[in-house]
């Protein structure tokens, strides 16, 4: 008798264990899941788009560097992806700064809404200076491409016009990584 009630209580939880299974949700592929989460937040700047931001002091004194965009890149330095910074014998210098904290003239990374890109300016002595966009390569006519100084507590949409600011060589704050970012939104 004890027999019989064990395998009937057995049954009975392999029943409900069964009925639980039928209705408890069956969870999503790791893949699924992924691709769906990538087409809520897709990167709404095509491939190979970018921009040119130009640091100069007068016709004759400045330096650019490059930003692309592509949705398969690192954010961070790679190698044979982007063009680390090398500093010349020239009068201004800009860079791009990677996510690892690399200069870079040209460098290739993923758009994501609102996303900021470090810049780093140096000049050989004080003066006035100004940013600009010097080129937009398919980039979205909906996309601000926004200039935060953080010394002067000042942000402009580049698109609209160029931004004007000195560098005093004496107060480090004036120039360098800390000063500007670019973000895009």
Known sequence: MK????????????????KEARVAPEPKPLATATAAVAAMDKDTIPD???LKLRLYQDSTISDETFIIFNHVSSPDYVFNEDAP???????????NISRDGTDLAISSLPYST????????????????????????KMPAD???????????????????????????????????????????
């Open 3 to 18: 027999a019989l009630n064990l395998v009937l209580i057995a049954a009975i939880l392999l029943a409900a264990c069964k």
């Open 48 to 50: 190979k788009s970018g």
């Open 143 to 185: 996309k601000q491409i926004w200039l935060k100084d953080n010394l002067q507590k000042d942000s402009i949409d580049l698109r609209l016009g160029n931004y004007g600011f000195k560098v005093d060589e004496a107060d480090i704050n004036s120039f360098g990584k800390k000063r500007f970012v670019l973000i895009i939104k």
């Open 114 to 137: 609102g996303m900021s890109i470090g810049l780093d300016i140096h000049t050989k002595s004080s003066g006035s200076f100004f940013l600009r966009i010097s080129g937009l390569y």
């Open 85 to 95: 910074y090398l500093n010349g014998f020239g009068h201004v210098n800009i860079a």
